[in-house]
């Protein structure tokens, strides 16, 4: 069966990034947990990883509703990335129950922006985004009468 997933590049903040995220949706990370930068093999033409980006996270994944993975990874510039968050990119979530909506609506959007709030919308569904306190963009759909 098909899945939808989304992946999180951060510069260097997925471990914790990743922990706040399990801290509400629950759940365990997919074995084997966090993948360290350490745990790549050396490859041919490459420079030696230094040693402060050793304990980066190569791969994580995080199941949070009905099978859905959230991935992530570090990204950090001194391997070639530039992190910069768009606005164009947002989680969808459709969440089964007002209660557990609400919830998770309350516990993403703190330290981060509400964008909007909460609501009854024309299509059918409680309705709401936010950013989270990483940058992350976050939808909410609920269509329980």
């Known amino acids: 069966m098909s899945k939808v997933s989304v992946y ?5 903040q997925t471990e914790v990034a990743f922990n706040y ?6 759940g365990d990370f997919t074995e084997p947990g966090f993948r360290r930068f350490s745990d ?12 402060h980006l050793k304990n980066g996270v190569m791969h994580v994944e995080l ?28 989680i969808n979530l459709e969440i089964d129950t007002r209660a557990e909506t609400k ?6 959007s703190d330290e981060g922006t509400v964008e909007q709030e909460l609501a009854e919308m024309f299509w059918g569904a409680y309705f709401g985004s936010c950013v989270d306190k990483y940058g992350v963009r976050w939808m909410f759909n609920c269509e329980e009468k």
């Open 21 to 26: 995220y399990k801290s509400i949706f629950g």
């Open 103 to 108: 919830r998770l609506f309350d516990a993403l």
């Open 63 to 90: 199941p949070i509703l009905n099978g859905f993975k959230l991935m992530g990874t570090d990204a950090p510039e001194e391997m070639g990335f530039k992190v910069n968050f768009g606005n164009n990119i947002y």
């Open 40 to 51: 790549m093999p050396p490859m041919e033409g490459m420079p030696p990883l230094p040693d």
């Open 8 to 12: 999180l590049n951060f510069a260097t």
